[in-house]
């Protein structure tokens, strides 16, 4: 039997963000949904918490905990109700800032990520593109150097927090691929959003997560310092590999959660709904079916949770980590279509909060490099 | 200035309290325990003294040593040190007793202020911060909500059924106050891991100078003779609406009964 990784710490830290998740969070969640919008004060709350820093060192504002904290976090903020909020969050603590501490120099890390870890500057990620997504050799977002400045030309699709973002954290090309090394000639910047030439071109509509804002951005002629740069220039491609590796742990841990909370809310409406003179969770057709789905949601859980303590020791386990993903991605959308069925008629009504995290749940399987991508690279790391 | 803050560890308040019929006390073996509730609002004045007058705040609880866990979660809160009276004389003690060990351990330590909650989540007597105040010949503001500390007195608004009164005491002096008096924060992860560090100090009876035979089950002023589960909620009333309004004046003639209205 496995031992849990969580200590006594970490159990305690959870209570409290469960709490938080609960009073706090909980009650917005279908206003958010409804106004397509998760307020803004979310983020100065949540720094003031102490939670948008868990695993961000102290120097920094953060709370200089492990990657478990980490965890819990995105194993409780699903209970919100909202997948957007686990989301947005996501994007703000393990996808935008991550690059910052790793590649950053101690100014960026000054201006931009102790400000992120209060929550008084939110983040965004840049990789995806009108015409390039996990191809990421493709972007045509292009840096041109300017005396001591670089002028960014280009579009960027699919950015969470688009329309809120104070930076991006953006994958640019500043030079064409050397012939040797066709990974080379991209580059990381961050971009601050209030410039001139920069502009949210629009809100996208999406089938699921509409509380958390997605836009698609134009970069016209913008013209950022040189120290806007991030890590070393023409290194972009290994930076955003590493970077892609945290943000696809996360997004798998949330999908546990997620489809964990499905499961809770089938079981108990299994337990409560009677058809035929008796709970439905009496009938060995049902019954079985939440066997699967609890099965399902373990086996996931402990892949998730062996790659979270290879991360968590330093470990770079790209293959567990896209394993992970493509389990996690596409157990969750099945769980949470079997919990929509178990509920019936009332899983498919808007009255229920069950249709929205199957809606919610379906982006995991496209978000973040698609089930298909995350196969090309097991395939790779396999010799295929 | 020194603030005590007196925490309890109770059973968990979500879920049944089976008694034992043997002690005729809380069978503490099925459920899970908790930091009591009300502390939490005591822990976080506690807190707001200490940041508004830098004070030193020490946790007391009095329990057994598998409490510690409690006081750790006290600590998390961000107070500075924990003591802990620990005995096996203690088992069984009534309210009364429960203030003779609670005023004797205060004794054995330096304090201006002592912070209660009200009650317990438990037995919810609300006679031990009171008690205390008593046992040590200091003056107790009880059912605070509101506190502060002015020079060498404290103020409160000492709540009851009709409003609230403001009242003051000279220093050292010992508060109660109710959960209206603030809003809790979270125990921040800096605080949960250094809450593992802090100074917790256990004392037993004779440490503090405690006579076992005034405590403890056998020193109890009060008995328990017998005990019954609380009966089942009776089933409510269910006001038909036929549309002649005939419903709502059946449901303002209940409410009338009721004395609602």
């Not at chain 1, 209570?15 to 009650?27: G, M, Q, S």
């Not at chain 1, 102790?114 to 995806?128: D, Y």
């Not at chain 1, 079981?267 to 709970?279: D, K, N, Q, S, V």
């Amino acid at each position: 039997m496995r031992t849990s990784p969580f200590t006594e710490e970490h159990e305690q830290l959870r209570a409290a963000i469960r709490r938080f998740v609960t009073d706090e969070l909980a009650p917005h969640a279908e206003a958010w949904e409804q106004a397509g919008w998760i307020d803004d004060w979310v983020w100065p709350r949540m720094g003031e918490l102490g939670y948008l820093g868990l695993a961000v060192p102290a120097e920094y504002g953060g709370q200089g905990a492990d990657y478990w904290a980490t965890v819990v976090l995105a194993e409780e903020l699903p209970r919100c109700g909202s997948g957007s909020v686990p989301m947005a969050i996501g994007v703000q603590t393990d996808m935008a800032t991550p690059p910052i501490l790793k590649f950053g120099t101690e100014e960026q890390k000054q201006a931009y990520l102790a400000p992120a870890v209060k929550g008084e500057k939110i983040a965004a990620i840049g990789i995806s593109e009108p015409e390039a997504g996990s191809d990421v050799r493709a972007i045509r977002t292009r840096a041109r150097r300017d005396g001591r400045d670089w002028i960014i030309d280009g579009a960027k699709l699919y950015i969470t927090n688009g329309l809120r973002a104070d930076f991006v954290t953006m994958v640019v090309r500043t030079a064409a691929a050397e012939s040797d090394d066709p990974w080379s000639g991209i580059s990381l910047f961050l971009v601050d959003t209030d410039l001139p030439g920069f502009e949210v071109a629009r809100k996208l509509d999406k089938v699921g997560m509409r509380a958390s804002d997605t836009a698609l951005i134009h970069l016209d002629g913008v013209r950022v310092p040189g120290d806007a740069l991030l890590g070393v220039e023409g290194h972009g491609f290994k930076q955003i590999m590493w970077q892609l590796q945290g943000e696809r742990l996360i997004g798998a841990i949330g999908g546990v959660a997620a489809a964990q909370l499905m499961f809770e809310r089938a079981l108990a409406y299994t337990r409560e709904r009677e058809a035929f003179g008796r709970p439905i969770a009496r009938f060995q057709a049902t019954r079985h079916r939440l066997v699967d789905m609890a099965t399902d949601i373990e086996q996931v859980r402990q892949l998730v949770y062996d790659a979270c303590d290879r991360w968590n020791r330093g470990e770079y386990a790209v293959t567990e980590i896209a394993m992970c993903k493509l389990a996690a991605a596409q157990m969750s959308f099945r769980v949470a279509d079997e919990a929509l069925q178990l509920h019936g008629g009332y899983g498919y009504s808007r009255e229920f909060p069950v249709e929205r995290a199957w809606r919610d749940a379906r982006l995991a399987r496209v978000g973040g490099g698609s089930d298909e991508v995350q196969r090309e690279i097991i395939s790779k790391l396999l010799g295929l | 200035m020194k603030v005590i803050v007196p925490v309890k560890r109770v059973p968990d308040t979500a879920g049944d309290k089976p008694i034992d019929p043997n002690d005729r006390t809380v069978d503490r073996d099925s459920v899970e325990s908790v930091l009591c509730p009300v502390n939490e609002f005591s822990i976080e004045e506690g807190v707001r003294l200490k940041e508004k007058h830098g004070a030193e705040v020490t946790v007391l609880l009095v329990g057994p040593d598998s409490a510690q866990p409690i006081v750790r979660k006290a600590l998390s809160y961000g107070l500075d040190a924990a003591v802990q009276v620990s005995d096996e004389g203690i088992a069984g003690s009534d309210a009364l007793g429960t203030a003779r060990v609670i005023a004797k351990a205060l004794e054995s330590m330096e304090w201006d202020l002592v912070v209660f909650g009200n009650q317990s989540a438990d037995a919810r007597t609300c006679l031990v911060p009171a008690a205390v105040a008593e046992l040590l010949g200091v003056p107790s503001l009880t059912f605070a909500r509101y506190l502060e500390v002015d020079g060498d007195k404290a103020i409160a608004h000492r709540e009851h059924e009709e409003g609230w009164d403001v009242v003051e005491a000279p220093l050292p002096a010992v508060v109660s106050v109710v959960e209206a008096i603030n809003d809790p924060r979270y125990p921040s992860f800096k605080g949960i891991m250094a809450a593992k560090s802090k100074p917790l100090t256990v004392k037993s009876l004779a440490d503090i100078g405690v006579d076992p035979a005034s405590v403890g089950a056998g020193g109890a002023a009060a008995t328990m003779y017998a005990f019954e589960p609380r009966p089942p909620k009776a089933a409510g009333t269910v006001v038909e609406d036929d549309g002649s309004g005939a419903a709502a004046e059946q449901l303002a003639d209940w409410m009338t009964e009721k004395k609602f209205v």
